[in-house]
């Protein structure tokens, strides 16, 4: 499939509302990043493009690709069909006939879906009254038919071989009317692409919001319009009760205006019509109504995710009123209404019901893995219990942990995005640095204790290396009287060639002096030696502390 939804992966931070929101089981895919980041991308070929995770994205992360710059430009060079949606009249209620002008000044065609859809409801009753269909689901919304397609292709059974109001316009317009114009059509839906895309039969999907774009970026003013006048000079036949196809059960309503005893249910929104199709599929048969009337978006089309409108659903459905009553103002039937309506005359006059037929593209569901199977991804998220096991927190995305592990198993999620998993390895990981802290505080005590020890034994190396320094000068200045007195000791004896007593008294006591001096001079010898031997000493155990220290950060590194 085409790329439809498109992600900014910049834009994106994890929060899991678009796996929350989707109701496509694989149409998801989250991984991490090296960064660290959670960031969730889009499956294209099991992406059912319903838009509610373009419509749910806080952050600008999601987007949709359509072809309104491809279609103008194409208007540049072509005359284009252009098929309005009746959608498009809830949307711009005051704006619509000027947008429908814009495009006939510039040589396109216009044309009214209403119509078509009036074809489709001709269609679906034929086919009923004739037997040719059991009880059908509808089809006017792409997004139900790409689901049914993909996950729940049982059902295409039962699903109806009408096709859509604008296909069956399309196919009005080429058989019937002979054009073979380029064809784009305005809708509120990000889906009907891929509707288009398996048809072949329209060229372009121009959504309402990218078409506001447009004109907004390219400064091009639309004029306003009565906001009550809904009837517009189209370049073939305008609808008629067709036209309120987009709200809830509007098929419904068109079905019940011409046989009001066809059973009929009615389903839409997300969070309900997916759940309810999957409920239909197990059902027997006999418990399904004749019809299941069918749509993905919870107000109908009028509020779809490529409408753009900022209006409330009291608004566009007050719109819907007002458009169905001047509708049925121009239905045409028998005395009182009461007789054959003549719209649907003409049709079983001019039309088959067969030429407004579809084939659909079943696939093969991906095979959904056992309970042995999904063990080894449950230990992987830490989901050791039952209990761990269905702990269903929702936080991933999925309503349940099953839904996750099954995601994980097929290679669409990590056990990492699992905030139970994350919260037990972030309380292990707490637990291991409370662990490692504590012994860190140990070791950083005793790190300081000897830090202590050894800021007194270098007080000790610096004290004796004062003492040294002052026993060197001593003992310099002690050689020094040494040699001054053994100076004087020669110069004695060469004065006095003979020696009396007084003489000899001198010497003596010159000698002594001498003694004296060299005494001195030893025991200054003495103390250098005994702080050399400190020294040693406080070196030895600096060096033992110093070992005793990088045992200790030794510890921390285990």
Known sequence: MKEIIVVNADKCVGCNACVRTCPAPEANITKQLDDGRFVTTVNPDKCITCGECVRNCNHGARDYIDDTEEAIERMKKDKLIILATPAIKSVFPTQWKGILDWFRKNGCIIYDVSFGADICTWAHLRAIENRRVGNVITQPCAAIVKYIEIYQPKLLNNLSPIHSPISCSVTYIKNYLLKTNPIAVLTPCIAKKTEFMETGLVNYNVTFKK??????????????????????????????VGAVYPRPGGLRDNIWLHDPDINITTSEGVHKVYPELDMYAEMPEFKHPEVFDVLSCEFGCNVGPGSGTTLTVFDV???????????KKRRKTGFLGKGEDKLFKKFDDELRWEDFQRNYRPTTP?????????????????????????????????????EMAIAIYRGLNTPDNCIVHAKTVLVARHSQLQEHHERLAEITTDCLRLSDDLKADVQKITDNMSTIDGSTTASKEKADKVRDLLNNIIA??????????????????ILKITIQAFSALDDNVDATNSSSKTIGNAISEISHLVDEINETLRKTAI
């Open 492 to 509: 004695f004896c060469n004065e006095n060639d003979t020696m009396d007593e007084e003489t000899v008294a001198q010497l003596i006591q």
């Open 317 to 327: 459905m007050a719109t819907m009123r007002e458009v169905e009553k001047e509708a």
């Open 366 to 402: 991906t095979p959904v893995p056992s309970e042995r199977q999904l063990d080894p991804i449950y230990e992987k998220m830490g989901k050791h219990t039952i209990a761990d096991r269905t702990f269903n927190c929702h936080a991933c995305g999925y309503k349940s942990c099953r």
């Open 211 to 240: 078409l506001s774009e447009y004109f907004e970026r390219n400064n091009i003013r639309i004029p306003s319009n009565s906001i009550d006048d809904f009837e517009y000079r189209f370049d073939d036949q305008q609808g008629q």
